[in-house]
């Protein structure tokens, strides 16, 4: 393969990958093999491949060899997580509002295609939600499953994991707003329930707005 100026070992993996179409789960060439592809030493063609199992982009099965990875956005979640924990209430207040543009924009698509069976199943998942935070995660995945963009659910799933992590500097909330935070996400299903995108909208803003209000009154305590 090519070389071009200022590419490195790792760079010229993954350009490898996608010269090959290799496709997830796709056995990559052994290291003699890389090393020979790329004219590169034994430690160079080690180092660039531990590097990309870092970034999910290859998958050393032990035993096995190493295969192409997911390149799942999980990776993305420490270096979130610890650029929120370093500015928390403001980096909070941002993460909630990309996701809010991100869950508000969509829900009215899902609106369109809601089936009885993903309607009781978001109606159980509302009911686990006083006692079950991972209900709350699954509730939001389940949502958008049916619009089949693997991205979406990437991000969102990112999104509720890192704000989770770093939501207990905002104290326990109140019994009052947890109730009302289960009821937003009730107002979600019946808006879906009627097949009204612009009420599907409104009950995701309320919700998100209910969240960044609680962040706001930290920000002003602190």
């Known amino acids: 393969m090519a070389k071009r100026n200022g590419d490195t070992v790792q760079d010229r993996i993954v350009a490898l990958i996608h010269e090959r179409k290799l496709a ?43 295969f192409v990875g997911r390149a799942s956005l999980d990776v993305l979640s420490p270096s979130l997580e610890f650029r929120v924990r370093s500015n928390p209430l403001s980096a909070l207040h941002d993460l909630v509002e990309v996701r809010e543009l991100l869950e508000t924009g969509l829900i009215g698509r899902v609106a369109a295609d809601a089936t009885s069976t993903k309607l009781a199943a978001l109606d159980a998942l509302v009911t ?68 009204d995108a612009h009420a599907a909208r409104e009950a995701m803003s309320r919700h998100f707005t209910e969240v960044k209000t609680r962040i706001a009154k930290a920000e002003s305590a602190s």
């Open 24 to 66: 997830t789960g796709a056995p990559m060439p052994t290291e003699p093999q890389l090393m020979d592809l790329l004219g590169a030493s034994r430690n160079s063609v080690r180092e660039a491949v531990r590097a990309l199992q870092a970034l999910g982009i290859v998958e050393i099965r032990h035993g096995f060899g190493t």
């Open 128 to 195: 686990a939600m006083a006692n079950d935070l991972q209900a709350d995660r699954a509730f939001h995945t389940l949502l958008y499953e049916s619009l089949g963009n693997e991205l979406v659910l990437q991000l969102i799933d990112l999104f509720w994991q890192v704000y989770h992590q770093v939501e207990p500097i905002l104290g326990d909330w109140p019994q009052v707003h947890k109730s009302e935070i289960v009821a937003n996400h009730r107002r979600i299903v019946e808006a879906l329930r009627s097949k």
